[in-house]
């Protein structure tokens, strides 16, 4: 049995996240839908119960302030990987500090590349196609005219259940307690 994987994601239910899912459907028109979101903690496998994971998640998200972030130029991953992003440009830092203040206990994980705070746009399957990608994604991202700040006040908490198919488990607020579903 495959076991499974959780993440910590913030959707991102405005203009920007709207643009990004737009382009992303032109870049890879057959990738299956996934919400535009900034990821807090990469997809990983949990070192205890689900229950355990929230629990902590809520303990150390209620202690944490909300803040906003600040969206900067569209960048790649290549030659790592054939991904094309919009970095995050203000409060990576404290992106960068929640990771690693959540990245404990059942949430623990020995990541593959280091943590940076960023907005995926596309994963290609191949390096070929990325420079053409990347070009139109920096010219539509300079000709976008919407804000390029984004509130994080409020996390959700997912799962894997299929490839590239992620089920939300619960949200989390910044600075409150577990929201039930």
């Not at 994601?9 to 032109?26: M, W």
């Not at 206990?105 to 995926?120: G, K, R, V």
């Not at 799962?159 to 579903?181: F, I, K, T």
Request: proline share 8%; hydrophobic share 45%.
């Amino acid at each position: 049995m495959q076991s499974m994987r959780y993440a910590l994601v913030a959707y991102l239910k405005n203009p920007a996240g709207e643009f990004v899912e737009t382009l992303r459907q032109e870049l890879h028109p057959d990738l299956p839908h996934l919400a535009a979101h900034l990821t807090i903690l990469p997809p990983r496998l949990l070192q205890g119960t689900e229950s355990a994971a929230r629990q902590m998640l809520e303990k150390i998200c209620a202690d944490t302030e909300p803040f906003e972030v600040g969206l900067g130029d569209v960048e790649t991953f290549i030659p790592a990987t054939p991904t094309i992003y919009i970095k995050v440009a203000q409060a990576a830092s404290r992106m960068c500090e929640l990771h690693d203040r959540l990245n404990t206990q059942s949430l623990a994980f020995c990541e593959e590349w280091p943590y940076m705070p960023h907005l995926t746009i596309v994963k290609l399957a191949a390096v070929q196609p990325i420079q053409e990608a990347l070009a139109l994604a920096r010219k539509r991202w300079a000709a976008y005219a919407g804000s390029r700040r984004v509130p994080l006040n409020r996390l959700t908490f997912v799962r894997e259940d299929a490839q590239n198919c992620w089920v939300d488990l619960a949200p989390v607020p910044l600075g409150g307690n577990l929201v039930s579903r």
